[in-house]
């Protein structure tokens, strides 16, 4: 779990505080760029983020506000977004539909759009929703077991869309503003809940070429947008891997065509940042390697598609992992066939292949070749 859920009261009175911040932008022309690179901040010291904004805003054009201390605080958040707005950088804020203090952040968004436009991306709403599930952490989506796995995944896009549709759903709140999440698990049925952006993280020693066959595959099949969030490597100091492990990654990630590129920035605490200089260093390398090698974009009729079962929502982690965090994979022997055969595709095809359900499938051109779970294997049209 990266974030913490923190309601805080609302101290100022939110239209003196807009009236005050409009004084002081002005409307800009804004071209949408190829690729968004940039930091997620976890922790609230707005002091510490302004000087983490000078000194990225020349590498990096993306912010992702992602502390409740400061989204649940209105005059910090629109210090933050102001700070942010200043160095022509794009932003998100983070934000969880159940907690005290969501009336007012309603209100801070809807002015927030008015203001800064098409700078303002969106929201992180919720975190980890698919990860929550398979480990049964706090806030998984689902509580009480289901019939089956078709079941489970009814359930889950059900309820999933339930939880945001209290941001979606009120008019005056988001309407169509994107809604973001990143996750490590069961993207294609965090898409199906009604995420328009998923973030496959990249960190632990999970494998990249799997969370982007799965990330890529969901959002290529459902027509959404995909990114990758590298995250801890470790749970205690220094967290996140090497510097050149890092600018190997965001590489990787672009050149597979991840429209959003971020980085994870807190300690287990949630209190400083964990950024260092070879860290940084690493974002310079790659921004300068996205100016100096413009992305080529690689059509899906170039990839292959591995199809799994309707509903199988295995997290791939193990022979210990978990169907939907109720049913153990080692129990059921599709497992651990599905999982020699990814692992043989992933070997054979590399970065180009895709992995995504047998749920309502057109099969057309958008892949060269279809192979289902089964042996099936149909060409694309």
């Not at 302004?50 to 400061?70: A, Q």
């Not at 090497?242 to 991840?258: F, I, K, P, T």
């Not at 292949?353 to 060409?379: F, H």
Request: proline share 3%.
């Amino acid at each position: 779990m990266k974030k913490i859920h923190v309601a805080a009261v609302f101290a100022v009175l939110l239209v003196a505080s807009f009236l005050f911040i409009s004084v002081f932008l002005s409307t800009r022309e804004n071209n949408s760029p190829d690729v968004f690179v940039g930091i997620d901040v976890a922790y609230g010291d707005v002091e510490q983020i302004k000087l983490l904004l000078d000194e990225v805003s020349s590498y990096t054009n993306t912010f992702v506000v992602g502390s409740t201390e400061i989204t649940y605080n209105v005059e910090k958040l629109n210090k933050v977004c102001d700070y942010v707005y200043s160095k022509d950088m794009y932003f998100m804020i983070y934000m969880h539909p159940d907690v005290d203090g969501l009336d007012d952040q309603r209100q801070w968004v809807e002015n927030a759009s008015n203001l800064w436009g098409q700078f303002f991306l969106g929201l992180y709403a919720y975190d980890e929703p698919g990860g929550r599930q398979l480990d049964n952490a706090q806030y998984k989506v689902l509580d009480e077991l289901p019939a089956n796995y078709t079941d489970a995944a009814e359930k889950y896009a059900t309820r999933l869309g339930e939880f945001l549709g209290v941001i979606r759903e009120n008019p005056i709140y988001a309407g169509n503003m994107s809604l973001f999440t990143s996750d490590y698990a069961l993207y294609w049925f965090d898409y199906k809940g009604g995420y328009d952006g998923v973030f496959a993280e990249f960190g632990w020693n999970y494998s990249r070429k799997l969370n982007i066959a799965l990330c890529r595959g969901a959002a290529t099949t459902q027509n959404k947008e995909w990114g990758v969030m590298m995250t801890w490597t470790y749970n205690h100091p220094p967290y996140l891997e090497s510097g050149e492990e890092l600018y190997q990654d965001m590489v990787l990630a672009y050149e597979n065509g991840a429209k959003y590129i971020l980085v994870f920035d807190s300690n287990s605490d949630y209190t400083d940042g964990v950024l260092t200089e070879e860290h940084l260093d690493a974002l310079k390398q790659f921004w300068s390697y996205t100016k100096n090698n413009p992305r080529q974009a690689t059509a899906s009729s170039e990839r292959v598609v591995y199809i799994l079962p309707k509903g199988y929502a295995y997290g791939f982690r193990g022979p210990q992992d978990k169907i939907w965090g109720f049913w153990e994979g080692a129990d059921n022997p599709l497992c651990s066939m599905i999982s020699v055969d990814v692992g043989n595709l992933l070997d054979e095809y590399g970065t180009k292949l895709d992995i995504i359900y047998d749920d309502e499938l057109v099969l057309d051109s958008t892949y060269s070749k279809y192979i289902y779970w089964n042996g099936t294997i149909i060409s694309g049209s």
